[in-house]
């Protein structure tokens, strides 16, 4: 009890020492130097950064303060265009003090940061001087400063900013450490030199590299996350006055209305979202694209809504470009923002259900489309393909699932017979080219870069029925590919899943190499032991010719069944980039994904496909309801009913889930069915095996038909790849 009530008395005595706003007091590494801070507390910095148009929120204000009581740098770091650099500019602003800046770069050094002796003058001095031993060229006349010495011989209150300290080398780290520790620096030739007054150090960070625990430990530490709605609302406040009376304009003023539906459409729901606030739904907009890894920050934001002032808000096309121009920054960007604007701001279509008589047969389709390329106007083009899209989702999209109606892209472009369809536009469209021998080729690759645009309408137009139904946020969850790739974790993901995720792609290179290996080694064949003995009966048996077998290598066929729900979905996908970096592997893969339905979605893993597309895709466009909840048996059933011929003799059968069925019929039969007609087949449950058994899980009634293997880490993973590999 001593002790910890010495530990008391200590820390009182220790914060009673606390320097009080124009209190002179002698912190450790400024001896005999002032610390007056430039802040009487964190309501002032707040009050006073408000004044100044910055909105600081109670946690960054008092860490401020306590690095200006302290005498001690800030280390911020956050996402690009949360506002670090801005609140060193802000904060000497509000208190009237200098603000010296030290932008960091890869390659930046002590000439560029602290100090450079002016050579040139000092030659000039040397050979002007008669006496050249009393010539003192090592004074102030002779230094140049740069930011870090200027701020410590800077004798009125200054903010130093060393901005992107993450950028530097490392080294860099340790001359900051002499400066940011005892706020002076020695030079060999003139001397040390200490703080006149020691300023407010912001220094701030990105994450490009990890700094060096020694700088760390030097430094108070806050980070910047990205403000809440409130908050932006509140920076929108103050950057942009009036933001949302900026979107008041009238259709007059916006140019004469078209009579095309697609233009009508976007009029009708700029119109809806401007009664219902226009800059609300800008501002989620932004959120889902931060969602989806887009490192949109505040001032990101403020551009979009400014560029949005300063544009025809009536016409689609600019208001995407300046969402577009604003919020992304890099081409892989672009993918995510797309996705996200179409369904954000999705165009509604007159329902096709009203005109029965339409022909909607995959013939006449084709027709339509073929027909649809002859016109030379882009417009109208698209207008045709969107017509074209709406009809097939419309007529073959719909599907049921246990929780309700949905729509697959997939299942409505099956409606369409896509190589009668490709032919008929190559034909259209190699009749108005001249007869020469790449007219053929010109042909069919326009036919198949506007079936792409078709497919991309279809998926369009599922997604905005789907919203309609299951709402934006279950599409924007589902259908849209992330920026950050699947095979780039997070550095702080510690989970199992993370480390499967880390190492799946090294090991399928390796388990393809290995097997490629293995089966070159094969293709000498076996010795035939009787060709031998007849071949070295000429020579006595000296020497002996070897006679192999002609070898017979036959790849295996792999079908993959993938439960896609919420609960294994995240392994499931590994497992496909593990199947990805295998196909050479097998003669044929064909993947299946089933949740309480199955549907085929092969075509979407196609070699050389970026594999964050075709996950989106399998989300939004399979025939699968990705909300619904495991059905085991039916899926199974479904499976067997719709594609009998699937497995052969040389099929090895993948089946990834946990079993977990929701308490239905589990169908062990169909599995049991399953399992006898192929070669081999394994099933892959992510769940510990203490839990196969336990609540819903049918897991006990499936081993007993097939082998179920624990797969937790990439090690249970691969054996289980290899295993099927290497028979």
């Known amino acids: 009890m001593a002790r910890i009530g010495g530990r008391r008395r200590s820390l009182a005595r220790t914060l009673g020492r606390l320097p009080r706003v124009?209190?002179?007091?002698?912190?450790?590494?400024?001896?005999?130097?002032?610390?007056?801070?430039l802040?009487?507390?964190?309501?002032?910095?707040?009050?006073?950064?408000?004044?100044?148009?910055y909105i600081a929120s109670r946690e960054t204000a008092f860490a401020v303060h306590l690095a200006d009581l302290t005498g001690r740098p800030l280390l911020l770091e956050g996402n690009t265009g949360v506002g670090k650099t801005e609140?060193?500019?802000?904060?000497a602003q509000s208190a009237g003090a200098r603000l010296i800046r030290l932008q960091c770069y890869e390659g930046v050094g002590e000439q560029e940061a602290l100090f450079a002796w002016n050579h040139a003058k000092q030659i000039l001095r040397l050979q002007s001087s008669t006496h050249a031993v009393d010539v003192g060229i090592f004074s102030d006349e002779f230094l140049l400063e740069r930011p870090l010495?200027?701020?410590?011989?800077?004798?009125?209150p200054t903010v130093l900013l060393v901005d992107e300290v993450d950028k530097a080398q490392i080294e860099f780290d340790a001359l900051l450490l002499e400066v940011l520790g005892d706020f002076a620096i020695t030079i060999g030739e003139y001397g040390t030199v200490s703080a006149v007054r020691r300023p407010l150090v912001i220094l701030t960070s990105g994450g490009k590299r990890e700094l060096s625990e020694a700088l760390r430990r030097r430094c108070h530490f806050s980070r910047l996350p990205n403000p809440s709605s409130g908050m932006e609302r509140r920076i929108l406040a103050y950057r942009i006055p009036d933001a949302e009376a900026g979107f008041a304009i009238t259709r007059?003023?916006?140019?004469?209305?078209?009579?095309?539906?697609?233009?009508?459409?976007?009029?009708?729901?700029?119109?809806?979202?401007?009664?219902?606030?226009?800059?609300?739904?800008?501002?989620?907009?932004?959120?889902?694209?931060?969602?989806?890894?887009?490192p949109c920050g505040p001032a990101a934001l403020v551009d979009a809504v400014a560029a949005l002032q300063c544009i025809d808000l009536y016409d689609r096309g600019q208001v995407r470009g300046a969402l577009c121009a604003t919020l992304v920054h890099r081409e892989v960007e672009l993918l995510t923002f797309a996705a996200l604007f179409d369904l954000w701001f999705a165009v509604a279509r007159p329902d096709r259900r009203t005109d029965r008589d339409k022909d909607t047969t995959p013939s006449a389709l084709a027709e339509r489309m073929a027909a649809a390329s002859d016109d030379l106007d882009a417009s109208a083009f698209g207008d045709a393909v969107g017509s074209i899209?709406?009809?097939?989702?419309?007529?073959?999209?719909?599907?049921?699932?246990?929780?309700?109606?949905?729509?697959?892209?997939?299942?409505?472009m099956r409606g369409l017979d896509t190589a009668e369809t490709t032919n008929r536009i190559a034909m259209h469209i190699a009749a108005g080219l001249p007869p020469t021998a790449m007219s053929s080729v010109i042909a069919e690759r326009t036919a198949q870069a506007q079936l792409d645009l078709l497919q991309r309408a279809v998926t369009l137009e599922?997604?905005?029925?789907?919203a309609q139904r299951?709402?934006?946020?279950?599409?924007?969850?589902?259908?849209?590919?992330?920026?950050?790739?699947?095979?780039?974790?997070?550095?702080g993901d510690t989970s199992e899943l993370a480390a499967v995720r880390r190492a799946v792609v090294d090991l399928g290179r390796t388990l393809a190499v290995r097997q490629a290996t293995t089966r070159r080694r094969a293709r000498a064949g076996e010795i035939d032991l009787r060709s031998t003995l007849r071949r070295s009966m000429s020579t006595g048996g000296v020497p002996i010719t070897l006679v192999r077998r002609k070898p017979r290598i036959a790849k295996p066929e792999l079908v993959v069944l993938c439960d896609m729900s919420s609960s294994v979905a995240e392994f499931s996908y590994f497992t496909l980039i593990l199947v990805d970096a295998l196909r050479k592997a097998f003669s044929r893969v064909r993947i299946f994904a089933f949740i309480d339905t199955v549907d085929e979605v092969t075509d979407l893993f196609a070699p050389g496909t970026d594999l964050r597309v075709a996950v989106a895709k399998l989300n939004s466009e399979a025939a699968i309801d990705i909300d619904g909840r495991s059905d085991y048996g039916r899926a199974l059933e479904s499976f067997a009913s719709a594609y009998p011929n699937a497995m052969t003799s040389r099929t090895s059968l993948i089946v990834i889930g946990d079993a977990r069925s929701n308490y239905s019929d589990p169908r062990a039969a169909v599995l049991r069915d399953l399992v006898a007609s192929a070669k081999h087949a394994r099933w892959l449950n992510p769940e510990p095996r203490s839990r196969w058994g336990t609540g819903d899980s049918a897991a006990e009634a499936y081993r007993e038909q097939i082998t179920m293997c624990e797969c937790r880490n990439a090690d249970q993973l691969s054996s289980v790849v290899a295993e099927l590999l290497d028979s």
């Open 389 to 412: 899209a709406a009809d097939l989702v419309s007529e073959f999209g719909e599907y049921r699932s246990a929780d309700g109606d949905s729509y697959s892209a997939m299942q409505a």
């Open 87 to 91: 609140l060193a500019r802000a904060l």
């Open 470 to 491: 299951r709402g934006r946020d279950r599409v924007a969850r589902y259908a849209v590919p992330r920026t950050a790739g699947m095979d780039e974790p997070d550095a």
């Open 252 to 294: 007059d003023t916006a140019g004469q209305s078209s009579a095309d539906p697609t233009e009508l459409g976007w009029h009708d729901l700029l119109d809806s979202l401007r009664r219902r606030g226009l800059l609300n739904h800008v501002i989620g907009f932004v959120d889902a694209l931060r969602d989806n890894g887009l």
């Open 462 to 466: 599922t997604n905005r029925l789907v």
């Open 149 to 156: 010495l200027t701020a410590l011989r800077s004798e009125q």
């Open 22 to 37: 124009g209190q002179t007091v002698r912190p450790i590494g400024l001896q005999d130097k002032d610390l007056v801070p």
């Open 39 to 53: 802040f009487t507390d964190s309501r002032q910095i707040r009050s006073g950064l408000a004044d100044v148009g």
